[in-house]
């Protein structure tokens, strides 16, 4: 896929008329996207809203993410979620605040190692996912939801192919916040492999892991499940995720706070307050 400089070289040359900052702008928008793809929707994005940026490169974020998706390999969103629009999980969110200069240039130039991500462990319900798009949002990074099991093909070396595709996305897209819901659900089988097909999971396990350690720099990445004793050790093991937190059903605080989050947003007239 093309980096965001040949992207901009490639709607320049058609669109003069914008500047370089403008260039830059319609190109980070259209990033994952082939440079025929790209130039495409930038046209047509052109003859609709003119001369206005902003509406271009709204309108070719929203291509992106609809060829995206209908390519089966990955779901981009804009999240709107934010920590303050999610009650209870204190503790993370003191955490990962507390974490926030790790995603600094000047973090990234000390050479420190960056922050590979976290495992969410718990019930269906637990906000899990919701957490994932607020980090997103908090870090004002893209949003990616990747299901591995639509990666698997039905032809010889196609799911290693496409597993290859869906890692050379991930990386064009970068920075960005990477979400496995229900990992545990999405690498299942991969024990039996070598017997039921042919070793395909093992190897599209082996890809994602060395993905993992050696080329996920810019990407945090998000696994979630409800049953993390069907997860490979190996997924698991020190150096793939920074923490694994617990995600408990909400106790008595924390659903007083969802309570308010929820009056405040859909009955802002209704007297209420915490202590009823």
């Given at each position: 896929?093309?980096?965001?400089?040949?992207?901009?070289?490639?709607?320049?040359?058609?669109?003069?008329?914008?500047?370089?900052?403008?260039?830059?702008?319609?190109?980070?928008?259209?990033?994952?996207?082939?440079?025929?793809?790209?130039?495409?929707?930038?046209?047509?994005?052109?003859?609709?809203?003119?001369?206005?940026?902003?509406?271009?490169?709204?309108?070719?974020?929203?291509?992106?993410?609809?060829?995206?998706?209908?390519?089966?390999?990955?779901?981009?969103?804009?999240?709107?979620?934010?920590?303050?629009?999610?009650?209870?999980?204190?503790?993370?969110?003191?955490?990962?605040?507390?974490?926030?200069?790790?995603?600094?240039?000047?973090?990234?130039?000390?050479?420190?190692?960056?922050?590979?991500?976290?495992?969410?462990?718990?019930?269906?319900?637990?906000?899990?996912?919701?957490?994932?798009?607020?980090?997103?949002?908090?870090?004002?990074?893209?949003?990616?939801?990747?299901?591995?099991?639509?990666?698997?093909?039905?032809?010889?070396?196609?799911?290693?192919?496409?597993?290859?595709?869906?890692?050379?996305?991930?990386?064009?897209?970068?920075?960005?916040?990477?979400?496995?819901?229900?990992?545990?659900?999405?690498?299942?089988?991969?024990?039996?492999s070598g017997h039921t097909d042919s070793g395909v999971q093992s190897r599209i396990l082996a890809q994602l892991l060395t993905w993992m350690e050696e080329?996920?720099?810019?990407?945090?990445?998000?696994?979630?499940?409800?049953?993390?004793?069907?997860?490979?050790?190996?997924?698991?093991?020190?150096?793939?995720?920074?923490?694994?937190?617990?995600?408990?059903?909400?106790?008595?605080?924390?659903?007083?706070?969802?309570?308010?989050?929820?009056?405040?947003?859909?009955?802002?007239?209704?007297?209420?307050?915490?202590?009823?």
């Open positions: 896929l093309p980096s965001i400089k040949e992207l901009q070289v490639a709607i320049r040359d058609e669109h003069s008329q914008f500047s370089e900052e403008d260039h830059g702008n319609i190109a980070d928008a259209a990033l994952g996207l082939t440079i025929h793809e790209a130039t495409v929707a930038v046209r047509l994005a052109v003859q609709r809203h003119g001369s206005s940026i902003n509406e271009i490169s709204s309108d070719v974020w929203k291509t992106r993410a609809e060829q995206l998706k209908n390519s089966g390999l990955a779901v981009v969103n804009d999240p709107q979620e934010t920590f303050d629009s999610i009650g209870g999980a204190y503790r993370f969110k003191r955490w990962f605040e507390a974490r926030l200069h790790c995603f600094s240039s000047a973090y990234r130039r000390s050479g420190r190692p960056p922050l590979k991500g976290v495992l969410f462990v718990g019930p269906y319900g637990s906000g899990k996912s919701a957490l994932t798009r607020a980090i997103a949002n908090r870090l004002r990074m893209r949003y990616i939801e990747i299901d591995i099991g639509k990666v698997l093909g039905m032809f010889v070396g196609q799911s290693e192919m496409q597993m290859r595709q869906l890692l050379s996305l991930i990386n064009a897209l970068k920075p960005c916040v990477v979400r496995f819901d229900e990992i545990a659900h999405q690498l299942s089988g991969h024990e039996s080329g996920s720099d810019g990407a945090f990445i998000v696994g979630s499940t409800n049953e993390p004793w069907k997860l490979p050790p190996h997924i698991v093991r020190a150096g793939r995720f920074d923490a694994v937190w617990y995600l408990p059903l909400p106790g008595e605080d924390a659903l007083l706070e969802i309570v308010d989050i929820h009056i405040s947003k859909y009955a802002s007239d209704l007297n209420w307050t915490k202590s009823d």
